[in-house]
């Protein structure tokens, strides 16, 4: 199955690639490998989950924005290649969670992102991650994140 297919499958409409809201590529392709920027919960236009897990966020909308943080990746690596079916393997993601002091619960969140990830691309989706907890976010988002990919032509 393709993986617009297992989008359609899943109800899962991906959105338009955001724009780089600074100085910077939203991605960039060397070799065969593409590098997005940090994505964030942008959803129509807008910061979907801002604020900080442990405080202002729960961790059920952390795992959610992680998840739409995904689907903002995603769609970038859908600009960088044209077809999602080129995509080989998800390499890593980085994830960063904006939260409050004594949060520990980072990895559970950025499970939102690698459920879906794993979801879509099956066994192409299994990939190492870094998951940390900083205490400032740009535009309060509550987490960010970063795909790298492998893909072929």
Known sequence: MSIEDKL??????????PAAVAAYQPWIRTGNLIFTSGQ???????????????????????????RQCALNAIAQ?????????KIQKIVRIEGYVHCAEGF???PQVLNGASDLVSELFGERGHHTRLALG???????????LAMTAEVAD
Not at 138 to 143: C, E
Request: net charge negative; charged share 25%; aromatic share 4%.
């Open 40 to 66: 964030l919960p942008w959803r129509d236009g807008e910061i979907a989950y801002a604020g900080k897990l442990g405080a202002e966020i729960s961790d059920e909308d952390g795992y959610q924005s992680a």
């Open 8 to 17: 359609a499958e899943l109800g899962i409409t991906l959105p338009v690639a």
């Open 77 to 85: 690596l859908k600009t960088a290649t044209g077809d999602l079916d």
């Open 104 to 106: 520990r619960g980072h």
């Open 134 to 144: 900083i205490n400032e976010m740009p535009l309060n988002a509550a987490v960010q």
